[in-house]
């Protein structure tokens, strides 16, 4: 019989969902020692997280996350709202001895980041941040390429994150899920929003950056912030783009922008080896593209039979897919919230720590300073 995991929900909004969903479905699909209950849900909105505690079926709602940090039946305070919230909730729950689950970017800048990791440190509590795009299995495959040493020596790492939606210029700033927009709110544009998510899929399967030089664009300067109602000036990046240095020897580009009209949520990376490459598309999850020159033993694929191949990751044997349905069946976004949450209570049931935690969202964070840092000036910045 699994343990039961009392969770603390705060938000209701986009990452509420799924993590509600994941802790609703975690049990089905894995075998676990622990099994999470919906406790309490926590928002300033009364009515909204009343609404949200039915649909999902939390037993309780607060409205202020200190009064949920100091309820003795919480084990796990998870922060999904927006990112100028993280560090002070996220530093309250550690010193309270709560289990925290944080959405990214961990922190507004590395100030903060590097407490946050001090605090959950010297706590000792569990902690993870929800890069969801590792649980990707077709990422994990990517991850078990590397690791099989089928890439070989690695010369480039090519990163693209591609939104659209705030192209309009009547967009406004600040309110729900606008917050984006607003510097206040969110730190940065699409660097922390959207390169977090790329550097951390980077340093997961390439190891560390040492040095970046970075250009940002705003491209609408002034927009109207809802809460004060008159226009103001855009502190985000619209779009930012890096070169960067590996500690291995490899180089990389990164590009991400708000701004690539039809792109969505255009996520992809390119890897190339001396051995092979392999390419991700976020918008076709279940396919990883992988091109073998060398396998590891060190023969050569036969030249008639070179070519870029691409993996339905939907086998057995492929990370996570033994969880789901029968071969060929493709899973999707949320369950990589699932399969997260999944790695998360298997440490737990293990006294294990799992990653990514803060320590790895730090590094992501002081990667993320160093680009707009030289943004500024477009010279090269080490990452310390
Ligand atoms: N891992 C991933 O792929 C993704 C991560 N994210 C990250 O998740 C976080 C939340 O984003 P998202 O879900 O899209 O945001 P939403 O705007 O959809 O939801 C934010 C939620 O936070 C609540 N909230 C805001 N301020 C407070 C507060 N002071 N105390 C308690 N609750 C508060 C809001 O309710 P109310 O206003 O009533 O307080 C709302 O329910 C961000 O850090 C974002 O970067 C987002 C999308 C994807
Ligand atoms: O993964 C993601 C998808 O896009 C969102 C923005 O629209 C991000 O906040 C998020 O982290």
Same mark, same amino acid.
């Given at each position: 019989?699994?343990?039961?995991?009392?969770?603390?929900? #705060?938000?209701?909004?986009?990452?509420?969902?799924?993590?509600?969903?994941?802790?609703?479905?975690?049990?089905?699909?894995?075998?676990?020692?622990?099994?999470?209950?919906?406790?309490?849900?926590?928002?300033?909105?009364?009515?909204?997280?009343?609404?949200?505690?039915?649909?999902?079926?939390?037993?309780?709602?607060?409205?202020?996350?200190?009064?949920?940090?100091?309820?003795?039946?919480?084990?796990?305070?998870? #922060?999904?709202?927006?990112?100028?919230? %993280?560090?002070?909730?996220?530093?309250?729950?550690?010193?309270?001895?709560?289990?925290?689950?944080?959405?990214?970017?961990?922190?507004?800048?590395?100030?903060?980041?590097?407490?946050?990791?001090?605090?959950?440190?010297?706590?000792?509590?569990?902690?993870?941040?929800?890069?969801?795009? &590792?649980?990707?299995?077709?990422?994990?495959?990517?991850?078990?390429?590397?690791?099989?040493?089928? #890439?070989?020596?690695?010369?480039?790492?090519?990163?693209?994150?591609?939104?659209?939606?705030?192209?309009?210029?009547?967009?406004?700033?600040?309110?729900?899920?606008?917050?984006?927009?607003?510097?206040?709110?969110?730190?940065?544009?699409?660097?922390?929003?959207?390169?977090? %998510?790329?550097?951390?899929?980077?340093?997961?399967?390439?190891?560390?950056?040492?040095?970046?030089?970075?250009?940002?664009?705003?491209?609408?300067?002034?927009?109207?912030?809802? /809460?004060?109602?008159?226009?103001?000036?855009?502190?985000?990046?619209?779009?930012?783009?890096?070169?960067?240095?590996?500690?291995?020897?490899?180089?990389?580009?990164?590009?991400?922008?708000?701004?690539?009209?039809? &792109?969505?949520?255009?996520?992809?990376?390119?890897?190339?080896?001396?051995?092979?490459?392999?390419?991700?598309?976020?918008?076709?999850?279940?396919?990883?593209?992988?091109?073998?020159?060398?396998?590891?033993?060190?023969?050569?694929?036969?030249?008639?039979?070179?070519?870029?191949?691409?993996?339905?990751?939907?086998?057995? /044997? %492929?990370?996570?897919?033994?969880?789901?349905?029968?071969?060929?069946?493709?899973?999707?976004?949320?369950?990589?919230?699932?399969?997260?949450?999944?790695?998360?209570?298997?440490?737990?049931?293990?006294?294990?720590?799992?990653?990514?935690?803060?320590?790895?969202?730090?590094?992501?964070?002081?990667?993320?300073?160093?680009?707009?840092?030289?943004?500024?000036?477009?010279?090269?910045?080490?990452?310390?």
């Amino acid at each position: 019989m699994p343990k039961p995991l009392n969770i603390g929900m #705060i938000g209701y909004g986009f990452m509420g969902r799924t993590h509600s969903n994941a802790y609703r479905k975690v049990n089905n699909f894995f075998d676990l020692g622990h099994k999470p209950v919906l406790k309490a849900c926590c928002a300033r909105s009364e009515d909204k997280a009343k609404a949200f505690a039915d649909q999902w079926g939390y037993e309780s709602i607060e409205t202020d996350w200190r009064k949920l940090i100091e309820r003795k039946d919480i084990d796990v305070i998870d #922060i999904g709202s927006p990112n100028n919230t %993280h560090f002070e909730i996220a530093t309250a729950a550690a010193e309270a001895g709560k289990m925290i689950l944080c959405e990214k970017p961990l922190a507004m800048n590395v100030a903060e980041a590097q407490k946050m990791v001090e605090t959950v440190k010297k706590a000792g509590v569990p902690n993870m941040v929800w890069f969801n795009y &590792r649980r990707v299995p077709a990422i994990s495959l990517a991850k078990q390429i590397v690791d099989e040493g089928r #890439i070989g020596r690695p010369f480039h790492y090519r990163a693209t994150y591609l939104q659209d939606w705030t192209i309009a210029e009547d967009v406004p700033q600040g309110g729900a899920a606008l917050w984006r927009l607003d510097a206040a709110v969110a730190g940065s544009g699409v660097t922390g929003d959207l390169l977090a %998510h790329s550097i951390d899929t980077a340093y997961w399967l390439n190891g560390p950056i040492t040095e970046v030089t970075a250009a940002t664009e705003t491209f609408v300067k002034e927009r109207v912030h809802q /809460e004060t109602g008159k226009k103001e000036a855009v502190k985000i990046d619209d779009a930012c783009m890096f070169l960067a240095k590996f500690a291995n020897g490899s180089i990389g580009t990164f590009e991400s922008t708000r701004y690539a009209r039809g &792109r969505k949520n255009y996520n992809t990376f390119e890897l190339d080896g001396e051995a092979g490459s392999v390419f991700f598309n976020l918008e076709d999850p279940q396919l990883l593209s992988f091109f073998e020159y060398r396998n590891p033993e060190g023969q050569k694929t036969p030249s008639h039979l070179t070519g870029w191949r691409d993996i339905h990751v939907t086998n057995s /044997e %492929h990370p996570y897919m033994d969880k789901w349905w029968v071969p060929g069946c493709t899973i999707g976004y949320e369950h990589t919230f699932i399969n997260a949450l999944a790695d998360f209570i298997g440490g737990l049931d293990k006294g294990e720590p799992v990653k990514p935690d803060f320590e790895d969202a730090l590094y992501t964070q002081k990667v993320c300073d160093a680009v707009l840092e030289s943004a500024k000036d477009g010279q090269w910045k080490k990452i310390g």
